[in-house]
């Protein structure tokens, strides 16, 4: 599990983008301010320097003062939804830098006043420097700063990501994202939450609950299809009182079309590759009362040896049907509830015909390490024949739904 930033040091890798509308309030807090032709002053105003005219009767320039998108009082603890804006009254805002020990606030000027691109860090120390023109053409500068939001760790959520970076996998897999807090904002965070593939598929997200959501594509990922996952979350408000704590990125990768088709009755397995039959295996799959479950499933992970306790599906040790298999060869997992496609010696006489196990599809040692040895997280394993239906949160169901209905499951539909 990765550990988190700590709530008053924010990470300098965070990347962040524009989130919300700015109420611009004119603000009279400056640190120190300096013209070119010497004069100083206090409180963000000029000082007592020379007029642009050489006569007593010359009206004295305006003074410049900075405008930012948070009032005097907020300066103990600036906001951080919202991106920094800054104008300048009595002059015309010529260049802004932003700073703080994180790094550089990114932005640029249009129509007089700065803008930033990212959002603000929580718990962070910010200066402002600006240069201005004077109402009589001298250079101004004004310098500003300010202290952002403490934020804790109980009002940030971190987001998880599966895959992983880099990762290699099949072509069902789901992009998954978990929050360690709940997201009540679904459709800001959504708007801020991005996939894209080369080549191009079109997909949806769908939340499962206000702390998880998943991406698919309309059907199954292409071959060799390039994925980039984009999560703009940094100091976005969920909700709550509650902000991401940390943008993230990834990119996967899917690799070959690996996908099984598992007939409960008839007790056989065919794989596919790349859409060519590669081979067809006998099987034994759950017997009456712990019926394989029907539907579309995906490998979450695979175990190249695996502990089977039947204690972990709710089996008493003093029940007849308790077991306690050690080092099960070849496991796949495909459900969380405890399925998964494994070597299976013990029921080699009831392969092809029988089904004897409790819910896990078993096959001989050869089909076990073959499979096991071809397939990736994210392969695809079709079952039918069961009267016992996959559901969606069993695992990576996400197939079981049509995309229409996928799609109705978006905080944006």
């Known amino acids: 599990m990765r550990t988190r930033a700590s709530a008053h040091v924010c990470s300098a890798h965070r990347r962040t ?216 979350l940094n100091s976005l408000p969920a909700g709550n009182g509650i902000y991401g704590q940390e943008s993230r990125s990834i990119d996967f990768r899917i690799g070959d079309s690996v996908v099984s088709r598992i007939d409960v009755r008839a007790h056989t397995m065919r794989t596919y590759v790349n859409g060519d039959l590669a081979r067809t295996m006998p099987i034994s799959a759950g017997k009456p009362g712990w019926e394989t479950r029907s539907g579309t499933k995906v490998i979450i992970e695979k175990f190249r040896r695996k502990r089977m306790d039947a204690a972990t599906i709710g089996v008493d040790k003093d029940d007849p049907e308790y077991y306690n298999l050690s080092n099960v060869p070849y496991a796949m997992r495909v459900t969380y509830s405890g399925e998964f496609l494994h070597g299976a010696p013990w029921s080699v006489g009831s392969q092809g015909s029988a089904n004897v196990s409790h819910g896990c599809v078993g096959m001989g040692l050869a089909d076990a390490k073959w499979l096991y040895d071809r397939t990736s997280r994210g392969d695809v394993v079709e079952v039918t024949g069961s009267r016992r239906q996959m559901t969606l949160e069993n695992g990576y169901g996400d197939w079981n739904l049509s995309f229409a209905d996928w799609k109705s499951g978006s905080a944006l539909s």
């Open 17 to 232: 983008t524009v989130a919300a509308a700015l109420l611009v309030l004119a603000g009279g807090l400056a640190g120190c301010s300096s013209a070119t032709d010497g004069s100083s002053g206090s409180g963000g105003a000029d000082g007592p320097g020379a007029a642009s005219g050489s006569g007593s009767e010359s009206a004295r320039p305006d003074p410049v003062r900075l405008s930012t998108s948070f009032t005097d009082t907020d300066t103990a603890a600036v906001p951080i939804d919202a991106p920094l804006a800054v104008s300048a009254e009595g002059g015309t805002l010529d260049t802004v830098e932003v700073t703080s020990t994180t790094g550089a606030l990114s932005g640029k000027v249009a129509a007089g006043t700065w803008t930033s691109s990212d959002r603000l860090e929580p718990g962070t120390d910010y200066v402002i420097k600006a240069s201005t023109t004077r109402s009589d053409g001298r250079t101004v500068e004004r310098t500003r700063s300010f202290h952002t939001v403490d934020l804790t760790l109980d009002e940030q959520t971190f987001a998880s990501i599966a895959p992983l970076d880099g990762e290699t996998v099949g072509v069902g897999m789901p992009v998954v994202v978990t929050f360690d807090l709940p997201v009540t904002d679904r459709a800001l965070f959504e708007k801020h939450m991005s996939v894209t593939s080369t080549p191009a598929q079109r997909g949806s997200w769908y939340w499962l609950s206000d702390r998880e959501a998943h991406y698919r594509p309309a059907s199954y990922w292409k071959s060799g299809t390039d994925v980039s996952v984009d999560l703009d």
